[in-house]
């Protein structure tokens, strides 16, 4: 079965950009970071091919560009899947589809670099339940696309109520080392190498803290205290350098190749800087010691993840450019979470540290735009002013720095993705929504016309969904 749109069959015969079903592709996949490398060579390369869509120019809104600039009264225009001017009283070329949205906003589409959709699917039991291999504390053998359900109804909810067009999807953090986590484009496939963004790194999932301490200190072993947890880090990465150093000695060399150890694989690519560490930590101080660690073992943390105690630091990870994804007054719900402070993200943000939203939430990821506006109003209250237009950075271009795909999208430039919300309202008011969602200049939703409604097939025929008549 496919996730399709409702009616998917009478989408075949719509005339404005509307998406056929995705196919596989025989043709090789874009080559991105590492990719042709023995360690890092991809099994599964992506056959994500952009749905057609047609030049389309949005007139009189205000946008958010995604990397803090703002334009009132302004213009977006996109053709082939790219953004290809942004500005104000830009004129409509011949064939282009117009839409006045006068009273609206435009921004780039959100990325969500914390989701576990597809591997935690809806609905939520345990039969479906494939995020976490928690049979070692060491599983960075496991790769997260292997478990995505491209049908899981989340992503399409993604999409229509929240405007994400973009997400990185992690392992969960029973485990110091998770597994690869992967990075996909929002859109209804049958595979998940249909939907996953092209040329886009890998990430290594890693967690500190809480979660590896409880759950293998409850089965008598190592680790069962913080230092447990840093003594395997660091003995894990002290057998993956010597695993790097035979491979880049046969590679340059020659001779018997070494064994072959898919764990390690990842852990080569993290030490030659082509797969992206985006670390599980609560902790100030845990977060200090994990970047000491890094500097050790010769590593960087793209990411912090939840990071409630980030502010402590900032000048730390601007210092060492670690990113952290937090959310905006998540607190108290275990004990490393109970110096939270909804400030967070805006002292990171005046700290001139990059820091951005996240879920780590089914039904968050549908609202993230509301976790900015929150975020953003502690900070004010706090004495921090932060513009609307910069808050926009925490879903857009910070979290593709962090991603590594800062390059191709994560904002409204020329060249890049038109991966493009058309918002009925201020995007960080509760009451607006997404009504209209572009991935790489394909109309995926839009809110009056009941065909561009993606639902995934398991929900068909239920009450409100895909009853289209």
Request: contains cysteine; charged residues 20%; negative net charge.
């Amino acid at each position: 079965m496919l996730m399709l749109g409702a009616a998917a069959v009478a989408l075949a015969g719509c005339t404005t950009g509307s998406p056929p079903p995705q196919t596989a592709s025989s043709e090789p996949a874009a080559k991105g970071p590492g990719i042709g490398k023995g360690y890092s060579h991809d099994p599964y390369p992506s056959t994500y091919k952009p749905y057609p869509g047609v030049p389309t120019l949005l007139t009189n809104v205000t946008i958010f560009d995604g990397e803090g600039g703002r334009i009132d009264g302004g213009s977006v225009l996109f053709r082939d899947g790219k953004i290809a001017a942004v500005g104000r009283d830009l004129a409509p070329e011949a064939g282009t589809t117009v839409i006045d949205g006068t009273g609206k906003y435009v921004t780039p589409g959100i990325i969500d670099i914390h989701s576990h959709l597809g591997d935690y699917p809806s609905p939520g039991v345990q039969a479906n339940s494939d995020g976490n291999e928690a049979t070692s504390p060491v599983t960075a053998d496991v790769w997260a696309e292997h478990s995505v359900w491209p049908q899981d109804p989340g992503f399409g909810r993604a999409l229509v109520n929240g405007g994400v067009t973009t997400l990185q999807i992690l392992p969960g953090s029973a485990n110091l080392f998770g597994g690869r986590s992967v990075v996909i484009k929002n859109v209804y496939a049958r595979t998940v190498q249909a939907m996953k963004f092209p040329g886009a790194p890998y990430g290594l999932k890693m967690a500190c803290g809480e979660n590896p301490k409880r759950v293998y200190g409850s089965k008598g072993r190592e680790p069962s205290t913080r230092m447990g947890n840093i003594a395997v880090d660091r003995a894990t990465w002290a057998r993956a350098v010597e695993y790097d150093r035979r491979w880049t000695k046969y590679e340059e060399k020659g001779g018997e190749p070494p064994s072959r150890d898919i764990a390690m694989d990842t852990l080569r690519g993290v030490l030659d800087g082509e797969i992206l560490v985006q670390n599980h930590c609560y902790r100030a101080d845990e977060m200090a010691i994990v970047m000491d660690m890094a500097k050790e073992f010769g590593y960087h943390v793209s990411a912090f993840h939840h990071a409630v105690e980030a502010y402590k630091i900032a000048d730390l990870l601007k210092a060492n450019n670690t990113c952290a994804a937090v959310w905006a007054d998540w607190y108290g719900f275990k004990m490393e979470a109970y110096d939270a402070v909804p400030e967070n993200l805006a002292i990171l943000e005046k700290q001139g540290a990059c820091a951005m939203i996240h879920s780590d939430d089914e039904n968050g990821i549908q609202r993230l735009n509301q976790e900015i506006a929150k975020a953003r109003r502690s900070g004010i209250r706090a004495g921090y002013d932060i513009p609307e237009e910069t808050a926009w950075k925490w879903v857009a271009i910070n979290p593709a720095k962090a991603l590594g795909i800062d390059k191709v999208t994560g904002s409204l430039k020329p060249g890049k993705m038109a991966d493009v919300v058309l918002w009925n309202g201020d995007p960080l008011s509760v009451y607006s929504r997404p009504q209209m969602v572009w991935v790489d200049g394909a109309l995926l939703y839009d809110a009056a016309n009941p065909r561009l409604r993606p639902v995934s097939d398991f929900e068909l025929g239920q009450p409100g969904e895909g009853d289209v008549k």
